[in-house]
């Protein structure tokens, strides 16, 4: 089941109001199959001009997911969460945040939140500036949340309006590295 509400005038370049998102999802139980879980995830986005020539872009998602207290064997590992990469907290790699393995590989959990704070500005033409705080981590158990255990990363970023929607490259620097995090 989806919801979704939204008061911006522009998709694609998005300069004032609010995107409000929510999912919930169940697999078993009354519809059978081989996985028994339920999930929910809510996201609001919120744009607020400042003058004439810059945007406040700010984003929060969180979402939990339980398989009824037998993880591994209720919730199929592409549906834990992970987080890190171009469109989540930039500055780490696809997937690199989330709970690790005893040997430091990130195994991904049943609970999430994350965040964006963007100020975007104008540079010549197309061309657009971005100086973004990303934030967020993943939790192992379902429904916690440890809000004082996040991850963050800041950096700039250009971005060129083309008709499809921005083309973008940022730079990310991570602020509070994951202690014995393994990349392969």
């Given at each position: ?7 911006t ?53 969180i ?20 987080l ?45 500036g ?25 950096g ?18 991570q602020l ?9």
């Amino acid at each position: 089941f989806d919801a979704s509400h939204n008061t911006t005038t522009s998709l694609l370049d998005a300069r004032s109001g609010y995107v409000i998102n929510g999912h919930v999802e169940q697999a078993g139980r009354w519809l059978q199959g081989s996985f028994n879980y339920w999930s929910a995830l809510g996201e609001l986005r919120q744009y607020q001009p400042i003058g004439r020539r810059l945007v406040f872009a700010n984003r929060a998602r969180i979402g939990t997911i339980d398989g009824g207290g037998n993880f591994g064997a209720n919730v199929p590992f592409y549906k834990r969460y992970f987080l890190g990469g171009s469109s989540s907290i930039r500055g780490w790699g696809r997937f690199e945040v989330s709970p690790l393995s005893g040997f430091g590989l990130p195994i991904g959990g049943h609970s999430m939140f994350e965040g964006s704070s963007e100020a975007r500005f104008p540079v010549v033409g197309k061309i657009g500036g971005v100086m973004f705080l990303d934030y967020g981590n993943v939790w192992t158990r379902p429904r916690d949340f440890n809000l004082g255990d996040l991850r963050f990363a800041a950096g700039p970023g250009l971005r060129y309006m083309t008709p499809v929607g921005p083309a973008r490259i940022d730079l990310g620097y991570q602020l509070n590295p994951i202690p014995n995090l393994r990349v392969n």
